[in-house]
């Protein structure tokens, strides 16, 4: 077993490694997709007329420039919890997820649901998804918007890439004059080169990108996905939530509008800012009152309340008025949230 001191001391180590070398990889991420561009642009001869020529030009340099300024975006957004005291409970409420007086151990101070601390920033992150070595940033509840956007534009470059490298390979392949004839040698070394780290990264960005589609579409995290979702929602049965329902799943469109912040303008790597400013998130429909019915044409619907329960305000006496409750509708049918039951 190793002692906790030299535990911590490592851990320091590896992190401050990773900090170090984290301006070399972002120099590297954003030399390939330029290597691409170039190569592109300045010595492929893709034979295609002046009109396709100009569109494909302004579409890889589209693609490009949206990349790069998302890419910027992922690296300079923080995630930082910011110093706000435990905000006062809605004891109407009956998920466990709102009566949160969670704190950090490492940072002292109070921590939001789905707020995790990160050992490589020191901090602890908002909704964090995870640390991302290719931003030397925390991927989180302000940045996870343009993250997306950037591998969705890696991505549509990488493609484009590949394909125009191809449609080259096989021009040069099938040349009368010899395939070594039309360049320089540094420029087949330069090209072989790229080509072998592009092609993995291809493969890894496409990966990435409906990963986190499945993620935005879900709205889950990285961590919450891999934990197979540690919350519930709707008429919960205990003090925690089953593990296998995501509270935070309020169905597509509203998952996709909440995460790209309700902007028309969702494909610019904008910061994301809400009005609860992670301390609050929308969630599913909770179970109230007013989803229970009672469906026996012989007497009237009572007006039922709009309320929710507080399981945690319920007395003694619980236990007698669902004995009153049972007596006063036994045999009757009743309609809970679309399920008929009945009282015996």
Request: glycine letters at 4%; a positive charge; charged letters at 20%.
């Amino acid at each position: 077993m190793i002692p906790s001191s030299d535990h911590n001391q490592r851990r320091k180590k590896r992190a401050q490694l990773k900090h170090q070398a984290g301006p070399f990889i972002i120099f590297f991420t954003v030399l390939m997709p330029t290597n691409c561009v170039i190569l592109e642009q300045f010595y492929f001869d893709l034979k295609m007329d002046p009109t396709t020529q100009l569109i494909n030009g302004i579409l890889v340099y589209l693609s490009y420039s949206m990349a790069m300024w998302s890419y910027y975006q992922s690296i300079t957004i923080k995630n930082y919890t910011i110093d706000k005291t435990i905000p006062i409970q809605d004891n109407r409420r009956i998920d466990p997820l709102y009566k949160n007086t969670n704190s950090c151990n490492e940072c002292n101070k109070w921590k939001p649901i789905r707020t995790h601390h990160c050992s490589l920033c020191g901090k602890c992150i908002l909704k964090m998804d995870h640390h991302c070595p290719w931003i030397h940033n925390c991927v989180g509840l302000r940045n996870h918007r343009s993250f997306y956007l950037f591998s969705m534009y890696m991505t549509i470059g990488a493609i484009q890439y590949s394909y125009a490298s191809w449609v080259y390979f096989r021009f040069l392949f099938r040349s009368s004059e010899g395939f070594f004839a039309h360049q320089s040698t540094f420029f087949y070394i330069y090209w072989s080169l790229t080509s072998l780290v592009l092609y993995p990264t291809c493969a890894m960005l496409c990966f990435l990108f409906f990963y986190h589609t499945s993620l935005i579409l879900n709205n889950q995290t990285t961590l919450e996905q891999m934990r197979s979702g540690s919350n519930g929602n709707c008429c919960i049965k205990s003090d925690r939530p089953p593990r296998n329902i995501n509270l935070f799943d309020r169905g597509t469109l509203s998952n996709i509008a909440w995460f790209f912040n309700y902007s028309y303008f969702w494909f610019l790597p904008f910061e994301n800012i809400y009005k609860e400013d992670g301390t609050k998130y929308p969630i599913s429909p909770l179970c109230n009152l007013q989803d229970i019915k009672i469906s026996n044409p012989s007497i009237p619907l009572v007006q039922i309340p709009e309320q929710q329960f507080d399981f945690d305000k319920i007395d003694q006496k619980y236990e007698e008025y669902l004995a009153f409750a049972k007596q006063k509708y036994k045999n009757k049918r009743l309609v809970l949230i679309g399920k008929e039951i009945q009282l015996n």
